[in-house]
């Protein structure tokens, strides 16, 4: 790969000849250095290898994709994966076979491990403890080193009286957890997060660093970490053992965009971590974004990186413009006229918040779930499923809701108090796989593209009287009338109208990151059951490091041309004194 286009910053990182830090503002070309860097070195490195690791397999695959050619570099000893995956190769597998005489096999998470839910279940008085509820799930659990649980989340699913239940027996549910975490792992299923559990408790251990330091340090020179502001404190206990290792650590990120502590990333231990290695680099060029939008990623930024736009757009004189709403749904429309005005169209404009609810109502989509109708939920399904608009989470989510819909029907007329819908699936003896199978086959079958309220419901109920229901017994078809009518003309026409998907699209700020688009609206919203935008507007204007103010500075630099802070009436003020405060050139209408 050719170093000849590469910016003095980024050469910089090409060649440096010890372990180092390169904080990277967005856009700034660090996976094209990273690469050059990767090729580069594999090359110079006959005998030992070089690793490149990420966090997602998304990264992965765009690193693969970048070598091009080089197919050399991609074959071992060298290497290129998750960090997941370089624990479990390079430290657990051969650590845990050792130990437990056997190999492991891995899974995602809990969700896919053979016992990764449990009851709660009184013996002497053979009772659940928690009757009517869901299993509980391992995954509600954090794991220390020690392998003991701590109950850290329970989804609201659960029902309000099953928690309260649940809190109240706390400690008998963490020890279970815990026996549970201790079987799973004794048998040979590790989970992502067990690994790393697993590799620091080994990595700590004196014996079995002499059994893993002399293989690990045979076998590479050096290790690349990509977006290296998501470590968490096993990923920089492991980097440290590396470099003990005489392996040289090259870290690449930005702790500005640590906007993942929920999954345990520590953005201030990494900043300690980073502080200590031998060389520090900045790049500084931003070649995604115009001057304006820049200027208000420095505003917004807690480290001392001045970013300054470098790329085709920077002599663009775009202002950021601020747009005060107090409805969601005014925010489209005005951004639109506003685009339209820069020669940017509906599809060019990306609509981001933290909550998806707002950007989603912003967009104008209609949540098929706050309607009673079950024919509705399966026209949306199949509308989110066909449009290229919705991600991976959103279809899940429509999914559900008609996987829902068919366990309503299998218990129509009978009584399931409060029980959760795993609860009920379970006492029906329905497979998940197969569930999941018949939502898919009813939504793909079914198209409501074109058609009115009542054909579309004749079609739905059509479909389930003639389907094949597998090994659970097929509903009444008087009871699938009652359940699947046809909605009203109004709701219908409130999804029926957005079968193409949205005029906007719209997503979450985590959901985009490390994407780009020629406009953004960032919405700001009035947040009333929450201080969430008073905080990141305090942090803002204290200058404090706090994650919902990471969280606006990753949105805005998505932006390449054009962005736009939709901002709540309540708030508008304050926003607009911030842009002039920190020098950010801005329109406000």
Known sequence: MSTIDLTEDQRALVDASDSLFAVACPGAGKTHAMVTRFVKRTAEEPRKGIGLISFTNAAVDEVRRRCGGDTEALKAPNFVGTFDSFLHRFIVT??????????????????????????????????????????????????????????????????KTATETLMSLRVQAEDQASDRFGKLIREGTVTCEAGRILACIWVRDPRARKVIAPLIAARFAEVIVDEAQDCGEEELLVLGFLRECGIRVIMVGDIDQSIYEFRSATPHAVQAFAEDLPIQLELRGNFRSSPAISAFNNGLRSGNLV????????????????????NLDEIAPAALRIAEKHKLDASDL???????????????????????????????????????????????????????????????????????????????????????????????????????RTSFAAEVRDFLNNA?????????????????????EKTWDSVTDLQDGPVVRYATVHGVKGLGFRGVVLIIPEAPKSKATEEVLDAWERGQDAEARRVLYVAGSRAEELLMLAVHTNHVDRVAALLVAKGVPHERP
């Not at 970013?307 to 107090?326: Q, R």
């Not at 109502?361 to 199949?382: H, P, Y």
């Not at 094949?468 to 009518?485: E, F, H, M, R, V």
């Open 350 to 452: 990306m609509l981001l918040s933290h909550a998806e609810a707002h950007s989603m109502r912003a967009a104008g989509v209609t949540d098929a779930e706050s309607t009673s109708s079950k024919v509705l939920e399966i026209a949306d399904a199949g509308f989110k499923l066909r449009a290229a608009d919705f991600d991976a989470r959103t279809r899940l989510k429509m999914l559900e809701k008609v996987e829902r819909s068919v366990l309503k029907l299998l218990t129509y007329g009978k009584d399931t108090g409060h029980k959760s819908y795993e609860l009920i699936r379970e006492e029906l003896g329905i497979d998940p796989r197969w569930l999941r199978e018949f939502a898919v086959r009813l939504t793909v079958a079914l198209n409501a593209t074109g058609k009115n």
């Open 307 to 326: 970013e300054s736009s470098s790329g085709k757009h920077a002599t663009l004189s775009t202002p950021v413009h601020l747009l005060e709403f107090s």
């Open 468 to 488: 094949d229901w597998g090994a659970a017994t097929p509903p009444k078809a008087q009871d699938i009338s009652n359940l699947y009518k046809a909605p009203t």
């Open 94 to 159: 051969p650590l845990f076979t050792k130990h437990y005489k056997k190999p492991p096999r891995y899974v995602q998470s809990w969700k896919d491990a053979p016992s990764g839910t449990f009851r709660m279940y009184d013996y002497s008085q053979r009772r659940d403890l928690i009757p009517g509820s869901e299993p509980i799930q391992m995954g509600w659990f954090d794991f220390d080193l020690n392998g003991r649980a701590s109950l850290v989340r329970v989804p609201s699913r659960f029902g």
